[in-house]
């Protein structure tokens, strides 16, 4: 079973960063693929990032390209994003998640393992 532990999560003003982390531990002695969701009040869990078990392939959503940055230390088994330029919108609950496999897919069903989430406020 594979524990996955978020930090980094906060309250910050419109056009600042935040750097999530995810920490897994437990499982497999492998690299799995990864990726980050939000879910923001009265809205579907959406997928923000993805990337793939050795690094080498990632997905972003429309909304945060050119802003948020998702990168993993497989060293360490842990998972960033760096988020940057953060806007009001941004604002949600965001989610860790893995699966068993070598791609992240960009549906929430496809992933196995959650974290407990950390919350993410931008204000304007």
């Known amino acids: 079973q594979v524990q996955l532990a978020e930090s980094g999560g906060g309250l910050v003003q419109a056009g600042g960063s935040l750097r999530l982390s995810c920490a897994a531990s437990?499982?497999?002695?492998?690299?799995?693929?990864m990726a980050w969701f939000r879910q923001a009040p009265g809205k579907e869990r959406e997928i923000v990032a993805g990337?793939?078990?050795?690094?080498?392939?990632?997905y972003y959503a429309d909304s945060v390209k050119g802003r948020f940055t998702i990168s993993r230390d497989n060293a360490k088994n842990t998972v960033y994003l760096q988020m940057n330029s953060l806007k009001p919108e941004d604002t949600a609950v965001y989610y860790c998640?893995?699966?068993?496999?070598?791609?992240?897919?960009?549906?929430?069903?496809?992933?196995?393992?959650w974290g407990q989430g950390t919350q993410v406020t931008v204000s304007s």
């Open positions: 998640a893995a699966r068993i496999g070598r791609a992240a897919p960009q549906e929430a069903r496809e992933y196995d393992y």
């Open positions: 990337v793939n078990w050795s690094g080498g392939v990632t």
């Open positions: 437990g499982g497999a002695n492998r690299s799995y693929p």
